[in-house]
């Protein structure tokens, strides 16, 4: 099912899904949103909007001014012209950010967060969701983004599962070598790591539901709660229990790295 959204909307969006996945279709282009992606919604854009995946989705939602993109966003980033328009649907952002959107989020909703608090976060995390360092844009041929984005939306379906290549291979139509090798490609990483990462930022944004980290841990397809807290304190700086405990304080603070 699609939902067509009118092109009467005259601010600059960036969008940071943490929850769930959609796909967004700009033209003959669509983007797979997740939360490793970061969307670019142009003024004056109309687009499409579907949603293969159940259970539904959420985001973080960022309205930043043409001044501000301006001074943030790398060049190669923006159409040539007076009116800013980024080139490209998305990003792939790194694991900071996903934890920045999470500590952001998460004071927002508490109302704890004071505004210049906030604003200096959020405008970190667009910093980072745009910075040539730390985002990366999709490469290779027409064809293998989209056996690409096929795997993507095949992993955010159920993030507890535990895959095989072969698994997924099936699912989208290909060898398990060629999408390894398309994956690696296209998303610059393999794509176990990227499964990880989607792991991850849905731990991020149910630890504060969640009293029994083992039980996370396996409901998120880790197998045990050792690998799971290793895997999230290497990637984010800190253990699980430390982030949940920043997050309880509802202070937005930076990640450790």
């Known amino acids: 099912m699609y939902r067509s959204v009118a092109s009467d ?3 600059r969006h960036l969008v940071f899904p943490y929850r769930g996945a959609f796909v967004r279709h700009l033209g003959r282009d ?21 949603h293969p995946v159940p259970g539904g989705d959420a985001s973080l939602d960022l309205v930043v ?9 790398p060049s190669a980033l ?27 989020r998460h004071g927002l909703h508490a109302g704890t967060a004071e505004p210049l608090e906030a604003e200096s976060v959020a405008l970190t995390l667009v910093g ?46 290909g060898s398990p070598v ?8 296209v998303e610059g990483l393999p794509l176990y790591r990227y499964q990880l990462h989607l792991r991850l930022a ?14 996370l841990s396996l409901d998120l397809g880790f197998s ?16 699980p229990s430390e982030f949940r405990r920043s997050l309880q304080r509802c202070t937005p603070a930076a990640p450790d790295r």
């Open 9 to 11: 909307d005259s601010l």
């Open 30 to 50: 669509e983007a797979v949103a997740e939360a490793n992606q970061v969307l670019f919604f142009n003024a004056f854009e109309g687009y499409r909007v579907s």
């Open 65 to 73: 001014d043409e001044a501000t993109l301006r001074e943030l966003a």
């Open 78 to 104: 923006l159409k040539d012209g007076a009116d800013l328009e980024f080139r490209v649907q998305r990003l792939r952002i790194d694991p900071r950010a996903q934890a920045l959107v999470a500590l952001l």
């Open 128 to 173: 980072r969701g745009l910075g040539p360092r730390s985002a990366r844009a999709a490469r290779g041929s027409f064809a293998r983004r989209r056996l690409v984005d096929r795997a993507k939306l095949v992993l955010a379906a159920d993030l507890s599962r535990r895959w095989t290549l072969a698994e997924v291979a099936a699912e989208v139509g």
């Open 178 to 185: 060629y999408l390894t090798q398309a994956f690696q490609q």
């Open 202 to 215: 849905r731990a991020l944004d149910l630890l504060g539901t969640y009293e029994d980290l083992s039980a």
């Open 224 to 239: 045990s709660h050792s690998h799971f807290s290793a895997a999230f304190q290497r990637t984010y700086g800190r253990t």
